[in-house]
């Protein structure tokens, strides 16, 4: 049975540019050229490396189009194809490798223990639709470390499932699951500096 979406609205544009439309490819350029640099430049970190991975990501597309196979949404494809190229280019060249992002020999990660813990003051909803919000998780994930801002990028914002993420981070499903809740945790703390309620603040051990 096929996995094929309900929708995706990319498929008109798509079998066009597979039957050599390049109008059609253009478009798709066009679409998603500024969310794959986006992608990059959290993954990367800097503008140059960022270009890099846009320009060989949409050369690919030329490439492999044909590839496409329909099961999942193009543009989560597209995503996983970037994400490939920006993990080559940090491996190929290094970049902050402090922590390993592959798995090691001791299981999966320990989960951490909070910090600062408080009920916010709008709902996850609102605090979304805030204009610096964008800003501010941009910055709150620059706080953490690779491994977990990796896989908060691929699975959190960029939407690749599960699967997808640990295999391109090249570790286990377990390890990719208790990554991105660590992340989840460490940037919901950052993030409730800026919109939780100090009323309702908790610190570790405290009775309630």
């Known amino acids: 049975m096929s996995t094929q979406p309900a929708t995706d609205d990319d498929l008109p544009l798509v079998h066009r540019a597979q039957s050599g439309d390049y109008a059609a490819f253009e478009a798709l350029v066009e679409k998603y050229e500024r969310r794959v640099f986006g992608l990059a430049h959290r993954m990367l970190g ?6 890099e991975v846009v320009q060989q990501t949409f050369l690919s597309l030329i490439e492999h189009i044909d590839g496409f196979r329909e099961e999942s949404r193009f543009s989560t ?6 994400a490939n190229h ?12 402090a922590a390993p992002l592959a798995d090691g020999g ?20 609102e605090v979304a639709s805030r204009r610096e919000t964008r800003r501010l998780l941009d910055q709150a994930l620059g706080e953490i470390d690779e491994k977990h801002r990796l896989v908060f990028i691929l699975r959190d914002i ?16 377990s390890n990719t699951k208790v990554r991105l809740l660590r ?7 950052r ?16 009775k309630h």
């Open 46 to 51: 800097r503008q140059h490396d960022a270009e």
């Open 77 to 82: 494809w597209l995503m996983r194809v970037a």
């Open 106 to 125: 001791s299981g999966a990660d320990e989960l951490p223990r909070p910090q600062y813990i408080a009920q916010w003051r709008e709902t996850p909803e």
């Open 191 to 206: 993030l409730t500096r800026y919109f939780g309620d100090e009323a309702t603040q908790l610190t570790p051990g405290h």
């Open 158 to 173: 960029e939407g690749l499932s599960t699967e997808e993420t640990a295999s391109a981070l090249n570790i286990s499903i």
């Open 183 to 189: 992340a989840r945790l460490m940037l919901r703390e």
């Open 86 to 97: 920006a993990l080559a280019l940090m491996r190929k060249q290094s970049v902050r490798r």
